[in-house]
């Protein structure tokens, strides 16, 4: 399935996308919540209820190409990032391969949709960068899985689009160094546009991901190419916090991000970023104005 959040007559509902349609779920069954976390919790049961209701010829339909489309998570529990999980990305970044995964997080105010605008304020920062992720969503408490039971904590995979504040995460501002403020502003997680459930993805490990700005593409790579694989982040990440249903995993960005061109590319309002995923479809935001 591919389950989407989406907006109508303003309330965020829960759906999926059945060709040029969305099924409105809760709708089409009223024991289904119209919250997608609160859906995920509900497990296998709430899973298979909705596939028969999208499936269902009386279900009630929306136009996909009118729908205004909130990220498929609009609130996870956590944002859970990896960094330098591409042996590329980690050389252009001057950094050595971790031997282990790079653990940061991301708040969850900092989600937008497909279409929202990615905005911050240049008081805060005057560098910011995108990153192509394929992010990992959990349907499933997780508490120190094994690497063999890994996958069956996985619902499903959405595109998300990492963006940075380099000069807060790393520079030579008197405030550098803050990783989780730099990647956590508001706006600076783009998930969407849907969650596209595990059944439906036969190899996470082998999906071309890549990111364009302005229609130029600027990474292009594979899943294949991360450093620690699927079953290895949700293994190691459940032995060290509990991962609940709806929380997200971001699996670390391919080499062609902005701040390490010569010279750098990096965001400017009017721009148009995109990250596109085989399999998972295209997730695309405008840079919009600075903020006061």
């Given amino acids: 399935m591919r389950l989407v959040t989406f ?17 409105d779920l809760a709708a089409a069954d009223s024991t289904l919540p119209s919250d997608m976390v609160a859906f995920l919790r509900g497990g296998p049961n709430l899973l298979a209820r909705a596939q028969r209701a999208a499936a269902s010829s009386n279900a009630p339909r929306h136009p996909l190409a009118s729908a205004r489309l909130a990220a ?37 105010t900092s989600v937008i949709g497909p279409g929202d605008p990615i905005q911050w304020s240049p008081e805060v920062t005057e560098q910011v960068d995108y990153e192509a992720e394929l992010a990992v969503v959990i349907g499933q408490t997780a508490r120190r899985v094994s690497l063999e039971d890994a996958m069956r904590y996985v619902v499903g995979y959405t595109c998300a689009n990492d963006v940075s504040a ?10 550098a160094g803050q990783w989780v403020r730099g990647k956590s502003l508001d ?27 302005n229609g130029r593409v600027l990474q292009d790579s594979t899943t294949a190419n991360l450093i620690f694989n699927i079953p ?20 670390g960005t391919p080499p062609g991000v902005g701040f390490a061109r010569k010279p750098p590319v990096l965001l400017q309002p009017g721009d148009t970023v995109a ?5 998972l479809g295209r997730l695309e935001n405008p840079v919009g104005a600075y903020l006061d």
């Fill in 7 to 23: 907006y109508a007559d303003g309330q965020p509902r829960l759906g999926a996308i059945q060709g040029d349609s969305i099924v």
């Fill in 275 to 279: 990250v596109e995923i085989e399999g």
């Fill in 232 to 251: 290895t982040l949700v293994s190691f990440l459940s032995h060290s916090f509990t991962l609940e249903p709806g929380d997200v995993i971001l699996t």
């Fill in 72 to 108: 498929p998570i609009p609130r996870p529990p956590k944002v859970v990032a990896i960094g330098l999980n591409y042996s590329d990305h980690a050389a252009e970044s001057g950094a050595a391969l971790p031997k282990r995964p790079v653990v940061f997080a991301k708040f969850s």
């Fill in 187 to 213: 706006t600076f997680c783009p998930l969407g546009p849907a969650l596209v459930t595990a059944d439906e993805v036969s190899n996470p490990g082998g999906l071309g991901i890549r990111c364009e700005v």
């Fill in 166 to 175: 380099r000069d807060v995460q790393s520079g030579a501002r008197s405030d």
